[in-house]
Nanobody, 121 residues
Framework: QVHLVESGGGLVQSGGSLRLSCAASGSISTRYNIDWYRQVPGKERELVASITSDGRTNYADSVKGRFLITRDKVKNTVYLQMNNLKPEDTAAYYC???????????????WGQGTTVTVSS
C-alpha cells in the first residue's frame, strides 16, 4: 500500500505564496499519477492539479498560471507551489495517489490526511 503525508498549509495573506508537500512511502510504482484536490465544507472535492509518472501535468482553470505541480523522484515527494493566492483558494488540500504496483500489478489508491490553506483578504 501507499502512505501519503501532506504538509505546508497555513495562513497567508491574499497575494502570498505557499508550497504544499505530499510525501509518499510504501509500495513501489513507476506507473502513477498524483493529484492535488481541495475541498471547502459543503462543496464537492475539486481537482486542482495532477502530475503523471512521465511528468505530464494538468491544472484546473482556476489555478492555471498561479499554481505549479512538481515532483522530486529521489524524495518521493510531490509539491504544489501556490502563488498569488486568493481568498477563494481557502480549502483543505489533499493529495491522491493512483497507480499500479510494480510488484504484483495491483491497483494502488491512497489519500493523504489533508492540509489546510487559509487565505485572508
Amino acid at each position: 500500500q501507499v502512505h501519503l503525508v501532506e504538509s505546508g498549509g497555513g495562513l497567508v495573506q491574499s497575494g502570498g505564496s505557499l508550497r504544499l508537500s505530499c510525501a509518499a512511502s510504501g509500495s513501489i510504482s513507476t506507473r502513477y499519477n498524483i493529484d492535488w484536490y481541495r475541498q471547502v465544507p459543503g462543496k464537492e472535492r475539486e481537482l486542482v492539479a495532477s502530475i503523471t509518472s512521465d511528468g505530464r501535468t494538468n491544472y484546473a482553470d482556476s489555478v492555471k498560471g498561479r499554481f505549479l505541480i512538481t515532483r522530486d523522484k529521489v524524495k518521493n515527494t510531490v509539491y504544489l507551489q501556490m502563488n498569488n493566492l486568493k481568498p477563494e483558494d481557502t480549502a483543505a488540500y489533499y493529495c491522491n495517489f493512483e497507480g499500479i504496483s510494480d510488484y504484483d500489478a495491483r491497483a494502488l489508491d491512497a489519500w493523504g490526511q489533508g492540509t489546510t490553506v487559509t487565505v485572508s483578504s
